[in-house]
Nanobody, 118 residues
C-alpha cells in the first residue's frame, strides 16, 4: 500500500514559479511510474507530466518547456517544478503512482491547489 501526500501549492502571480512535491509513505523506488495530473473547475482531470520507473519523462504540450518532473527514489518523493506559470495553469494538482509490474496498483493523492493570478 502506498499513500501519497502532495504539498507546495499556493497562490502565485503569472510568470512566477512553484514547486509541488509528492511524498510517498511506502517505497516507490524504481517500480512505480509517477505522474502529476491536474483538474480545473468544470474540466476533466488531465495528465500534466509523467516520469516512468526508468526515468523517462513526458509532458502535455501546454507545459512543455515550463514544467519539469523529477523523482528522488531515496526520499520517496516526486517533484513538479513549474515555471512561467499562466492563469490557465490554475487547478488542483494530483500525484499518481502506478506500479509498473503486476498487479499494476494505482494510487492517488488528495491534491494541492495551485492558483495563478493574472
Amino acid at each position: 500500500q502506498v499513500q501519497l501526500v502532495e504539498s507546495g501549492g499556493g497562490l502565485v502571480q503569472a510568470g512566477g514559479s512553484l514547486r509541488v512535491s509528492c511524498a510517498a509513505s511506502g517505497s516507490i523506488s524504481s517500480i512505480y511510474h509517477m505522474g502529476w495530473y491536474r483538474q480545473a473547475p468544470g474540466k476533466q482531470r488531465e495528465l500534466v507530466a509523467l516520469i516512468t520507473s526508468g526515468g523517462r519523462t513526458n509532458y502535455v504540450d501546454s507545459v512543455k518547456g515550463r514544467f519539469t518532473i523529477s523523482r528522488d527514489n531515496a526520499q520517496n518523493t516526486v517533484y513538479l517544478q513549474m515555471n512561467s506559470l499562466k492563469p490557465e495553469d490554475t487547478a488542483v494538482y494530483y500525484c499518481r503512482a502506478e506500479r509498473s509490474n503486476w498487479p499494476f496498483n494505482v494510487y492517488w493523492g488528495r491534491g494541492t491547489q495551485v492558483t495563478v493570478s493574472s
